[in-house]
């Protein structure tokens, strides 16, 4: 067999034994010959590789039915770390997450977007923060997701159109010049799918969708995200909900997201979010015929995303944090609009309430890692 070849498969067996300990904490190394088919040399073998590495521990023995007990092998979650950061028209958030996608530390600041070298020092300080903050050692961080509400070119050099940000064309490394880690570029709905389902153990299917404070989402396939021949894949916010509804911004009428953005909510409580949600838990009337109406609009469009992909929806953004406790409302509407579909029990609440975007950006990072070793 030709060198490269026996190189290449000891590899690909290297990677397949770190991601079955990584999905699979205090596995055996028995089990881990048993489920992948190899000799027990050659999981040995890359074990102790693993672990003189840093990558993987013991951690205990396991029970057993008789017999030498197995030792439970784990992989190091801190072994490497990844920031992530959320740009948005006025505030920097950005997260510091381990392997397992854990928070290790977090900020918010309020800073207006801008193309500047000041604005990319700020980034580079929020970056040096969040590694402090955490006692991250340096060199084991892996490098910096960056998500922005806007579409990208394929390579993400190129940030082309963003109405939030009110840019286009942007060359991204303006952003990162001051920044001296490894840095990628994304949407921010695609970034904050990303995070609900990268580490699924069977690849899955499900569709974002971000309820901010405008309407966008993200289309997983096989736990991959599917962004279509213009970057454009999962711009739910304009799926027409309402024939010759309200004006959306993008010129069209009756737009999901003339109807479901956050601020639709928010302008009726003097701007805060969380003022409406007090209201309609209060029971205000003006509030509870605002979000009857915004969940039938909702329902609409979730219905014809199940229609079209027929997979989970998650529900995610600024209004899908206040979900948990509206769901079975959203589920008795999905139910009458879907004959299909005995209840709404497809539909779910995102995973990560807050800087799910900042979290997704950073697991770009930790993915390509582990799909590296
Ligand atoms: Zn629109």
Redesign the pocket.
């Known amino acids: 067999m030709p060198r490269e070849s026996v190189m290449e498969i000891k590899t690909v067996n290297r990677n397949r034994i770190y991601r079955m300990i990584y999905q699979n904490p205090r596995i055996s190394r028995p089990e881990l010959c048993h489920r992948l088919g190899l000799s027990m040399p050659t999981v040995m073998q890359n074990v102790r590789y693993l672990q003189d590495r840093g990558l993987v521990e013991e951690g205990g023995s396991l029970d057993s039915t008789g017999g030498r007990k197995a030792v439970a092998l784990t992989c190091v979650k801190d072994a490497r770390t990844a920031v992530g950061l959320d740009l948005t028209a006025n505030h920097i958030s950005g997260v510091l997450v381990d392997l397992e996608g854990g928070i290790l530390a977090e900020s918010r600041e309020k800073r207006a977007f801008a193309v500047s070298g000041e604005y990319a020092d700020a980034l580079a300080g929020v970056v040096r923060d969040l590694i402090g903050k955490a006692a991250a050692p340096a060199e084991r961080v892996l490098g910096v997701g960056v998500s922005m509400p806007g579409t990208f070119s394929a390579d993400g050099g190129l940030m082309l159109d963003s109405r939030v940000l009110r840019m286009q064309n942007l060359r991204c490394a303006e952003l990162s010049k001051s920044i001296s880690l490894p840095c990628v570029f994304c949407n921010d709905a695609n970034a904050a799918g990303f995070a609900e389902v990268w580490d699924v153990q069977s690849p899955s299917d499900a569709l974002y969708l971000s309820l901010s404070n405008t309407v966008g989402g993200a289309i997983l396939l096989g736990g991959q995200l599917y962004k279509g021949e213009n970057q454009r894949g999962g711009e739910f916010?304009?799926i027409p909900v309402v024939r010759d509804g309200k004006r959306?911004?993008?010129?069209?009428k009756g737009?999901l997201?003339?109807y479901c953005s956050a601020t639709v909510l928010s302008d009726l409580a003097g701007g805060s979010l969380p003022a409406f949600f007090r209201e309609l838990r209060e029971g205000a009337p003006k509030a509870r015929i605002a979000w009857a109406d915004y969940l039938d609009n909702l329902a609409a469009g979730v219905d014809i995303l199940r229609m079209a992909f027929d997979c989970p929806v998650i529900l995610g953004g600024y209004v899908g944090a206040y979900m948990e406790d509206q769901l079975e409302e959203l589920r008795g509407r999905l139910a009458y609009l879907n004959r299909f579909d005995r209840d709404g029990g497809y539909v779910r609440v995102c995973r990560y309430r807050t800087e799910a975007s900042a979290v997704g950006a950073a697991l770009i990072h930790v993915q390509a890692f582990v799909n590296s070793i």
Do not use: I, P, V
Request: with cysteine; hydrophobic share 10%; net charge neutral.
């Open positions: 916010g304009h959306c911004y993008c010129g069209k737009c997201d003339a």
